[in-house]
């Protein structure tokens, strides 16, 4: 089955009609913003909403600033934020290369100049990779309703394949990554052609103090990580002295962390392989940008 079937539309020319509009129609609406993932599921009926609420216009979504208050220091990427502007931003390249790194190899031009932000995170797609980068990055989702606003960690913003911590009456608004002064970062992927999904994917950040280890975090995408992340590695390495032999063990560690299934991408071993393989390369490209070698 290729055609969708029969959806109401409505259009939202703010955050406040949006939600207006989540509330009205109920948990059988869904939002669609670049819908390169949302109309492929409908075209197939993996997904039926009754209707789909258009969310282009909310152009008060769509920043990328530097934030600077007396408690933090942050990147704010708004929801509605589309993938070419994060690749083409000079501020994301100044903080954190990871971010390019994974633009430029997310689908293809026509995806990147539609697909948004909040939709990527929202999608929770396994595959991902906007999400694995967060996750390393341990940024944190704002979430919007009508009763205020809440901030969830992006580790901790999927609940499953396919889904997430959102109410129904909620929309992501915006999503924080803290600034890290000295921050070296990196995104390594394996993929079967040029735009595909991943096979395997890792992110990695790093904050040197000389050769040791301040600060890290990494993050997969295809692999069945719990949360996206690689949690005994980032332990593992954080006071350490980045030595070839911790680079290996952290990889050790996070291929411990992954449970991969086997498809048609490749079986089990080979993506715990990768992951390995993926999180000492991306270890060592954040390393290096982090003590200006590249």
């Not at 009609?17 to 129609?25: G, K, P, T």
């Not at 008060?60 to 994060?86: C, E, K, P, Q």
């Amino acid at each position: 089955m290729q055609t969708p079937a029969p959806v109401d539309y409505a259009r939202a020319h703010s955050v406040d009609e949006a939600l207006d509009m989540l509330e009205r129609y109920g948990p059988d609406s869904r939002l669609i913003a670049g819908g390169h993932s949302l109309i492929p599921m409908m075209r197939l009926r993996i997904a039926q909403p009754e209707r789909v609420i258009d969310i282009n216009d909310l152009h008060d979504l769509d920043y990328i600033r530097a934030i600077s208050t007396a408690d933090a220091n942050y990147l704010a990427i708004g929801a509605m934020t589309r993938h070419r502007t994060v690749l083409a931003s000079p501020v994301i390249g100044e903080h954190y290369a990871i971010l390019h790194d994974a633009e430029r190899v997310i689908a293809d031009p026509i995806v990147r100049n539609r697909g948004t932000v909040g939709g990527s995170l929202c999608q929770a797609d396994p595959a991902e990779d906007l999400t694995a980068v967060l996750s390393a990055l341990r940024a944190d989702a704002v979430i919007s309703s009508r009763n205020g606003s809440r901030t969830v960690p992006v580790r901790e913003l999927g609940d499953g394949p396919y889904q997430t911590v959102l109410d129904d009456a909620e929309i992501l608004t915006e999503v924080r990554i803290p600034i890290r002064p000295g921050v070296g970062s990196a995104y390594q992927k394996v993929e079967r052609r040029t735009g595909d999904w991943a096979v395997a994917a890792v992110g990695a950040y790093l904050v040197l103090d000389g050769d040791t280890v301040r600060d890290v975090g990494i993050g997969m995408a295809a692999l069945g990580a719990e949360h996206g992340c690689a949690p005994d590695a980032e332990e593992y390495l954080r006071g350490h002295e980045l030595t070839a032999d911790a680079i290996e063990e952290a990889g050790r560690l996070a291929a411990a962390a992954c449970h991969p299934s086997a498809d048609q991408r490749g079986p089990v071993a080979y993506k715990r392989h990768l992951a390995d393989e993926l999180t000492r390369r991306a270890l060592r490209r954040a390393a290096d940008r982090a003590q200006g070698r590249i």
